[in-house]
């Protein structure tokens, strides 16, 4: 997870958006770059046999529900960065006739990181100007249009997702030295976290080095120079990491929050 803060107008963060109703659909972008490489060694035994992206969350893997997402905004073209079990997630791909979209697979190495991943994916596969980058274990409810969107009007080099940090353990209330209370699943919106969800400029392969952290390498340079935008989701949108057994079940219980999943009676 990657937290930022607003210093000396280095890092812009549109408040905006959080208050005001999600806009309608805009102008697609064609093209998404999904980074699913990993391993998954925390949903073990889960991942025996198959990479991280293909564990199953409400009957789908997940990487199934974010295909389809992004469709419903218009992408038609998507490129996969794969390393771990490459092979399974070519077979799932041909199962599913690739979902009725063009698809590129690019190879990369889990020592290489994520600037391996999407810096391959990139410069083999994507002409477009500006596309969408994401990773392959983070599940969304929001309007992907508004994001694309707020890149194009501000034209920089990354816009990134960002969201209330959602602290998991139980906050104390103090006053003085008197606990008061506690409040668990608190979130804080004055602390955004990067949710793992990009629209990319194609110069972003300018800054992109051999190997490493994506994260470390690029984003931290590129906010010092004022070149990222943040956008922290509405209100109404949502979004989870799934990184643990734990995860999956809540992720769960988010798809029928959202609407994506039918809630089954016992």
């Known amino acids: 997870?990657?937290?930022?803060?607003?210093?000396?107008?280095?890092?812009?963060?549109?408040?905006?958006?959080?208050?005001?109703?999600?806009?309608?659909?805009?102008?697609?972008?064609?093209?998404?770059?999904?980074?699913?490489?990993?391993?998954?060694?925390?949903?073990?035994?889960?991942?025996?046999?198959?990479?991280?992206?293909?564990?199953?969350?409400?009957?789908?893997?997940?990487?199934?529900?974010?295909?389809?997402?992004l469709k419903e905004y218009g992408?038609?073209?998507?490129?996969?960065?794969?390393?771990?079990?490459?092979?399974?997630?070519?077979?799932?791909?041909?199962?599913?006739?690739?979902?009725?979209?063009?698809?590129?697979?690019?190879?990369?190495?889990?020592?290489?990181?994520?600037?391996e991943g999407f810096g391959r994916a990139i410069g083999r596969f994507v002409k477009d100007e500006d596309f969408i980058a994401m990773n392959s274990d983070e599940l969304f409810n929001m309007d992907l249009g508004r994001l694309t969107k707020e890149h194009r009007d501000r034209h920089s080099i990354v816009t990134m997702s960002l969201a209330p940090l959602h602290v998991r353990f139980s906050v104390a209330e103090l006053e003085k030295e008197n606990v008061t209370g506690f409040t668990y699943g608190k979130k804080m919106p004055d602390i955004p976290v990067s949710n793992g969800l990009y629209v990319f400029n194609r110069d972003i392969i300018k800054h992109i080095p051999e190997t490493g952290s994506i994260e470390d390498l690029v984003f931290t340079k590129l906010a010092k120079d004022g070149k990222?935008?943040?956008?922290?989701?509405?209100?109404?949108?949502?979004?989870?990491?799934?990184?643990?057994?734990?995860?999956?079940?809540?992720?769960?219980?988010?798809?029928?929050e959202w609407g994506r999943v039918k809630k089954t009676s016992k």
């Open 228 to 256: 990222i935008v943040g956008i922290i989701m509405g209100d109404e949108e949502d979004w989870i990491s799934v990184n643990t057994i734990k995860d999956i079940r809540e992720a769960e219980h988010k798809l029928i």
């Open 1 to 69: 997870m990657f937290i930022y803060q607003k210093r000396h107008n280095k890092f812009v963060i549109n408040r905006r958006t959080r208050d005001c109703a999600a806009p309608k659909k805009v102008r697609p972008m064609e093209t998404a770059v999904i980074i699913a490489g990993g391993e998954g060694s925390r949903l073990f035994p889960l991942t025996k046999g198959r990479p991280k992206t293909l564990v199953e969350v409400a009957g789908k893997p997940m990487l199934q529900w974010i295909i389809e997402w």
């Open 75 to 115: 992408v038609n073209h998507i490129v996969i960065g794969v390393a771990y079990k490459k092979e399974k997630i070519y077979e799932f791909m041909e199962k599913n006739n690739n979902f009725g979209l063009r698809v590129d697979f690019s190879e990369h190495t889990l020592e290489g990181g994520t600037a």
